[in-house]
C-alpha cells in the first residue's frame, strides 16, 4: 500500500518536471537560432518594355526601363501585386509587378547598337533625315528588312521608328565602357530653342512633346546647350522641361500668376538724425 501509495504522486511529479524542462529547451532555441530567410530568386522580364519604379504603383517616379529577358532578384514581396527587385546587370533595386516576371528564362527578341552615334534614319538610303542618334549598347527591335541590307527597327527606350544598316547592329548585348551621352526629352508640348540662354532671347526652333535632344553643355541658371540629333541644330533651352526618359504624355504648365500692385502710400519725409 505504501508503494501505491507514494508511486503516482512521484510519476506525476517527473512528467510535471519532463514537460517544464522540453519547454524550456523550445523556448531557447527560438530565442538563440535566427529565423531562415527565404532564398533570393530570380526572375526574368516577360514584356518588351517596362518600369522600374521607386515606389510600389503605376504614378510612381521611374527609376530605368527594363527590357524582355532582363534577369532581376526578387528582394522584396509581399500581398500587394507589385515586388521590390534588383537588376543583376547594375543592382540597381526599385518596384515592378510581379505580373511581368517569369520564373524560367524569356529569350530577348532585342539587337544591340554596334557604335556611338548611330543615326537612325527616316528612309532606307544614306541621305535621308537623321530621325535621332542611337548610343552604343542601345537595344532596338526589328520590324522588317530589304535585300540591301536596310533594317526598319523601333527603339526600346523610345518607341521611334526608323532605319539603318543591318551591320551596326548585334544579336549580343553590348557594353559601352565610355561615359553616357547624356540625352533627353522634352516634356511638354512645345519648347522654344532659343540663341542665348534668356527668356527673351529669339527662338531658333520650336521643340514638340518626346523630342530627343543631346545634351552639350550647362550654366548655373538652369539652362542646356542641347544638339538635335534630326539636323545638328544648336541652342538653348530651360533643363527644367526636360526628362531623362520619354513621358507619357505632355507636362502641364501652371499659368505665371501675377500679383496686382497694392497703390503706393505716402511715406513720412525722412529726417536727418542730429549731430551729436
Known amino acids: ?26 523556448i531557447s532555441s527560438c530565442t538563440t537560432v535566427p529565423l531562415a530567410t527565404p532564398e533570393k530568386k530570380e526572375f526574368y522580364i516577360i514584356p518588351e518594355v517596362t518600369y522600374l ?9 521611374v527609376i530605368s526601363q527594363l527590357y524582355q529577358g532582363d534577369q532581376v532578384i526578387v528582394v522584396e514581396n509581399g500581398e500587394i501585386p507589385w515586388w521590390r527587385v534588383e537588376q543583376v546587370s547594375d543592382g540597381q533595386t526599385g518596384w515592378v509587378q510581379k505580373a ?14 554596334i557604335t556611338d552615334n548611330v543615326p537612325l534614319l527616316e528612309l532606307p538610303k544614306k541621305d535621308s533625315t537623321s530621325l535621332a542618334l542611337l548610343a552604343k549598347g542601345e537595344r532596338v527591335t526589328k520590324l522588317e528588312g530589304n535585300p540591301q541590307g536596310w533594317w526598319q527597327i523601333k527603339t526600346a527606350a523610345t518607341g521611334i521608328k526608323g532605319w539603318l544598316l543591318s551591320v551596326a547592329l548585334s544579336k549580343k548585348p553590348i557594353i559601352n565602357s565610355e561615359p553616357p551621352r547624356q540625352y533627353y526629352y522634352v516634356a ?3 519648347l522654344g530653342l532659343r540663341a542665348k540662354p534668356w527668356i527673351r532671347d529669339e527662338i531658333i526652333k520650336t521643340l514638340h512633346f518626346n523630342e530627343q535632344v543631346q545634351k552639350i553643355a550647362q550654366n548655373s541658371q538652369g539652362w542646356f546647350k542641347v544638339r538635335l540629333p534630326a539636323d545638328g541644330v544648336q541652342g538653348w533651352v530651360l533643363s527644367r522641361y526636360l526628362e531623362h526618359l520619354p513621358s507619357i504624355a505632355p507636362r502641364q504648365i501652371s499659368p505665371v500668376k501675377t ?7 505716402k511715406e513720412d519725409p525722412v529726417t536727418e538724425p542730429e549731430i551729436m
Open 259 to 265: 500679383i496686382p500692385k497694392s497703390p503706393k502710400q
Open 1 to 26: 500500500m505504501l508503494i501505491g501509495k507514494f508511486f503516482y504522486p512521484t510519476l506525476f511529479f517527473k512528467i510535471k518536471l519532463l514537460t517544464l524542462f522540453l519547454l524550456a529547451i523550445l
Open 53 to 61: 519604379r521607386e515606389s510600389p504603383g503605376y504614378e510612381e517616379r
Open 188 to 190: 511638354i508640348r512645345n
Open 100 to 113: 511581368l516576371l517569369s520564373d524560367v528564362p524569356v529569350p530577348s527578341s532585342f539587337y544591340y547598337v
